[in-house]
């Protein structure tokens, strides 16, 4: 039987071991720059790079999904179209809409494969990327999506966010 004024350390070195093995199996972030996968300065995508918050995996999907919305060539919904003349055999004009492998990887990820308020973020992103200068802040995401108003609660929101989402575009890539 076991005396009740001692305490039982088990439990306690038990902890321990838990905390050390948890340690040991943790991988830790480590924040890379590439200036192979650099943004376009002035862009919240850049303003994350630069301060070292993204990893090889969510720059080369970032750089990887710009290079298909600027290759990306084909119809554009009841807007416009970029339709090729095709002459049947029997002489009759018909119009067929094109579309390249660019505009069919991104128009999956953004109506497919991402959620509404991903596709939202992404848009915002890539408007900025987009744009002459960027007009968003990271501050302004954090407190669209989390509605933080302390300001470094916000960045870090927004700094999340932005990660989040480009570990979702990486996954769709297969990075």
Known sequence: MSNPKRKSSPRASQ????????????????GQKDDFYKP??????????????????QQR????FMED??????????VTGSYQQAVQVSGNRSWSA?????????????????????RTLLRDLVSDDLRPTGVFHLEGIGLARNGYKNDSQARASGVTSVCNLLDRIADFYGY
Request: with cysteine; hydrophobic share 40%.
């Open 15 to 30: 902890v321990e071991i838990n905390r050390v093995a948890i340690g040991l199996y943790q991988v830790m972030f480590a």
């Open 40 to 57: 376009r300065e002035g862009t919240i995508v850049f303003r994350c790079w630069d301060a070292g918050k993204l990893d090889f995996r």
């Open 61 to 64: 999907a970032w750089k990887k």
């Open 69 to 78: 919305v600027e290759k990306a060539a084909g119809k554009s919904g009841k």
């Open 98 to 118: 094109y579309t390249n492998q660019e505009f069919d990887r991104q128009d999956y990820a953004t109506n497919h494969f991402l959620s509404r308020k991903e």
